[in-house]
């Protein structure tokens, strides 16, 4: 079972609604919405991607303010990303300054060239002259862990890309050699785990589903949460749900009393 679903689930039919269509949500999260101070704020625990302390506190930073970004952000906390995560939460500008290669990567609402995904390593690959074929069955390897087949690429690919980087990018050996290194770092951390994008995408809207519920129906949401918390007998996660309720929505929680 997935808990997040349930959770998700059980609260909007406890507000008296069915859960809104993806379509339906995305147009009830736009960017000046409150439910992004979900995030902001690190008010994360029921937030799926985000309930981690050290989570928590990442996204509090990154503060997404759209789908893609918060896609972007399930994506960039794997493993694959540690080199280029700093970069990404700072929301430094980064593009390797080559338009064919910058091109496949940006899109209009993450204007960076970070390899986040498992698509965006095939076309990198795939870029550096390596068959498609071959593209695929790396990508698939880098998504069962499989870390000695993917470092068989690395002279091919470091070769493949400088090549094309002098050929026709005009770049001088060293500049080709460098940016060459910079992205095979990336492929290689890729192959300890990365997420491909539509699997990014489905758990942030997971995550936004109950972000939504939590900034527009929080007693309702902390609720259902710990009605959960205390059919599995979790203690602990009851009182940190206690005192975020308490924290940042204000809602109070009267004494017990006896024979109550």
Known sequence: KVSVVDLIYRTYHRIGIEPPTVNELLKMCPPEDKVWEIYERGCTLGINQGEQPGTSSRVAKYKPKNISELGAFVAAIRPGFKSMYKTFEERKPFAYGVAAFDALIQTEEMP??????????????????IEMSECYTAIKNIAKKRIDKVLAYKEKFINGFSKVMIDDEHKTPEEAANMSQELWQIIEDSSRYSFNASHSYCVALDSLYGAWLKAHHPLEFYEVLL???AQKGDKDKMNALK?????????KFPPFRFGQ
């Open 243 to 251: 005192e975020e309720a308490e924290s940042y929505f204000k809602i």
């Open 227 to 229: 009605t959960l918390a």
């Open 112 to 129: 960076n060239s970070f390899l986040l995904y498992q698509e965006q390593e095939m076309a990198a690959l795939n870029y550096a002259g």
